[in-house]
């Protein structure tokens, strides 16, 4: 029996209410090109969106003119979508709060995660979003689950309860040092003053 091993996500797929409520938010708020619209083949009735998140992948809505945007926040049943985060640059992240407030969108303030931050707001529909921002860059060949692999492990050794930035500095470290070959004999810390 073999798995079938997933590349990564290729796009979610979302119920929205009319079209131009999901252009709105989707490319008016969070900045996302709207690419192309087409019928959505399995329901000809409703019309299928898509926007780049940024990555080249895609977020899709499924829009009908007669569903009407009612902003309650969607189900967290088991089974159901918590939220849906997006990565979004430092310095975009230190305008979030400002740019939320401008349009008197109701969000979380600024959430500190110990290896990212976060901003948490619903959508017109009820659907929890979340920008997020690591505090950190992997190193040159390394991915951020990679460096977060790495934290986590440390973080489990020292006993600490969760990623903070010490374990992602010491896990850049590691990961370096392992990647990297030197000429010096030792690799220890040292102190040249």
Known sequence: MQKLQSQGVHHITLVGAGRQTSIDFWEGVLGMPFIFEQP????????????????????????DETRTAVQRRTPTDP???????????????????ARLDERAIKHSGVKDRGFMDSIYFEDPLGLLIELASYRFEPPAGFTHADV???????????????????????AIQALVERARATLSADRAPKNPY
Request: include cysteine; glycine fraction near 6%.
């Open 148 to 170: 977060l692999m790495e934290a986590h492990k440390l973080r489990v050794t020292r006993g600490d309860y969760n990623i903070a930035e010490v374990h992602l500095a010491d």
């Open 79 to 97: 089974g159901c979508v918590h939220h849906i985060a997006f990565s979004v640059s430092r310095v975009t992240f230190l305008q979030a709060v």
């Open 40 to 63: 959505n083949l399995d329901k000809p009735s409703e019309s299928h969106l898509y926007f780049d998140p940024g990555d080249g992948r895609l977020i899709t809505i499924f829009t």
